[in-house]
């Protein structure tokens, strides 16, 4: 396994601040005079253009715009049903957005050394999304990629529709439903190019669960955290039976004050097995693995 360090991507167009902030869409009070969300949008206008220097460099003025309405949809909603523990604008921009972000320079890196079709139009799958990290991020950063967000739980779903319905993203899919079904289903069992899952899980578990919605010669990446080695070598079997297996370990210089990351970037070899994802109802796999409910719940720690 080879490890090495990524840097994020290269600067393609800055912006300065004076640019990002006259594109800003202001509402008037006159047809809808709602200042607290205005003053809230401006607070996080702001924590953008603190964070102007590293990985928004290369973001359109729409793509800060959306990644601001994304934030200010997080957190209002956060009021109402169990999101994140985060609710300060600063923090959410460094342990939910940056450190998204964070995490595509080994996805991209991977994806160009092993495939011959171009990385501006690739299906990826966000298993066990939750808020919509990172799925709705890579959205926001990739307007060419087609994004799948997979969340059992009805509630998150909602939000994750109002959330692309109000950023105005037209490369989202939201579904609804359990990564085991799906893997079953044949609208998406081997359909995807890369399968993303940044929760507290263990890598035997993601694996029967990301591995069948990749395709031959596609990627799977485990966002974990500065040292899964253990963790690896204890997924080595599954990720055999589900045709996969270890490409490389990246450490991944993370945006947050939280902690190094490490991307587990696993090659699809060979077509998974029928059988699998197994069916959690049967007590084999009840008594090994989480359901994918678990896995959001899971991910609400891990990403709070």
Same mark, same amino acid.
């Given at each position: ?15 300065? =601040? ?8 202001? +509402? ?19 924590? +953008?253009? @603190?964070?102007?220097?590293?990985c ?10 959306? =990644? ?5 949809? #997080? ?6 049903? @169990? ?9 959410? !921009? ?12 080994p ?26 990290l990172? %799925? ?6 990739c ?5 799948? #967000? #997979?969340?059992? !739980? ?6 994750? /529709?109002?959330?692309v319905?109000? $950023? %105005?993203?037209?490369?989202?899919e939201?579904?609804? %439903?359990?990564? /085991? ?5 044949? $609208?998406?069992?081997?359909k ?9 899980? /263990? ?9 069948? #919605? ?10 974990? %955290? ?9 997924? /080595? ?26 991307? +587990? =970037? ?20 009840? *008594? ?5 409910? *678990?896995?959001?719940?899971?991910? $609400? !720690?891990? =990403?709070?």
């Amino acid at each position: 396994m080879l490890a090495w360090r990524c840097k994020p991507p290269a600067a393609l167009f800055p912006l300065s =601040i004076g640019t990002f902030v006259e594109h800003f869409p202001f +509402i008037k009070p006159k047809a809808f005079p709602l200042y607290r969300i205005k003053s809230k949008s401006l607070t996080t206008a702001a924590a +953008i253009r @603190n964070h102007n220097s590293s990985c928004f460099d290369s973001f359109s003025c729409r793509q800060k715009q959306q =990644i601001r309405l994304y934030v200010d949809t #997080l957190l209002q909603w956060n009021q109402k049903m @169990n999101l994140t523990a985060v609710t300060d604008v600063d923090e959410v !921009m460094e342990r939910h957005i940056k450190d998204s972000l964070a995490m595509l320079p080994p996805i991209q890196d991977s994806y160009i050394s092993r495939s011959n079709s171009s990385i501006d139009s690739i299906k990826l799958v966000d298993v066990g999304t939750g808020a919509g990290l990172p %799925g709705l991020v890579f959205a926001i950063a990739c307007p060419a990629w087609k994004v799948t #967000l #997979l969340e059992s !739980m009805n509630k998150r779903c909602d939000f994750l /529709e109002h959330a692309v319905s109000v $950023t %105005g993203l037209s490369n989202v899919e939201v579904v609804r %439903g359990r990564a /085991e079904n799906l893997g079953q289903n044949v $609208t998406f069992r081997e359909k995807f190019d890369v399968a993303v899952a940044r929760a507290v899980a /263990e890598m035997r578990i993601l694996a029967e669960y990301c591995l069948p #919605l990749v395709r031959v010669g596609g990627l799977f990446i485990a966002a974990k %955290g500065h040292d899964p080695q253990e963790e690896v070598r204890n997924a /080595e079997r599954s990720l055999k039976l589900m045709g996969a297996s270890v490409l490389q370990l990246c450490s991944v210089e993370s945006h947050s004050p939280y902690g190094q990351r490490t991307a +587990i =970037i696993c090659s699809k070899d060979h077509p998974t097995p029928r059988k699998y994802p197994r069916d959690p109802g049967s007590s084999a796999v009840a *008594a090994r693995y989480l359901t994918s409910e *678990a896995i959001s719940a899971h991910q $609400t !720690m891990f =990403i709070q």
